[in-house]
């Protein structure tokens, strides 16, 4: 489980096809300076890691580096088949209990991809707009919670086939959503406590 808080952006410096998976390696020093640990310290074989809001396991460790592998499932339902040596990418470790929430819970289940349909700059915010479809609309909430590639945002304006979201200067800064355009692909997760919410009423059960 996820807070959708991104703790820092690493690039990825390898990409290995493996039939129908694929192995990604990150570089893990920018999450050693926020920890101020050795290299390879911040996290351990086998531990859960968000990478752009996608749930994967910690395959390999060497040095700062640390190899996750993506199974054709996931790459079907997610953007992480389309990265590349370069890229940047949202990270957050899995929350420890009793950990302070200041997103909202996240899975990286992601469930869905959206397109980017526009980004428009405003006074002092950023208005960042996804075309997500009707399906994946109908289970977001107004002024509920979305993760837009891992990171747990607040839904602005809810349409039949459109989420929009207004992202702050440091939200920018801190994450890979200042380098997205017009048409990029992002992953999307909606909020699991408005999904059980809007599945109860579906049912009958509140109210």
């Not at 039939?19 to 074989?45: E, K, M």
């Not at 920018?172 to 408005?194: K, P």
């Amino acid at each position: 489980m996820f807070s959708g808080i991104v703790e820092t952006t690493c690039s990825v410096t390898a990409v290995e096809d493996r039939g129908a998976s694929r192995r990604l390696r990150l570089d893990l020093d920018p999450l050693t300076v926020l920890d101020g640990a050795d290299p390879g310290g911040p996290v351990g074989l086998g531990d859960s890691v968000a990478i752009n809001g996608v749930c994967l396991t910690v395959a390999a460790l060497e040095g700062g580096s640390a190899d996750f592998d993506v199974v054709s499932e996931t790459l079907a339902c997610t953007s992480l088949g389309t990265l590349a040596v370069g890229d940047r990418v949202n990270v957050e470790r899995a929350l420890r209990y009793g950990q302070r929430v200041d997103g909202h819970l996240v899975q990286g289940h992601v469930e869905s991809t959206g397109r980017v349909q526009s980004v428009e700059v405003q006074a002092g915010q950023t208005w960042f707009t996804v075309r997500c479809g009707p399906e994946f609309a109908a289970r977001c909430l107004p002024k509920g919670s979305v993760a837009i590639d891992g990171v747990s945002l607040t839904i602005a304006e809810l349409g039949d086939e459109t989420v929009s979201v207004a992202l702050v200067p440091h939200t920018l800064q801190r994450t890979s959503l200042g380098a997205r355009a017009s048409g990029d692909t992002v992953n999307l997760e909606a909020d699991l406590m408005g999904q059980w919410v809007l599945a109860a009423v579906a049912r009958g059960g509140v109210g």
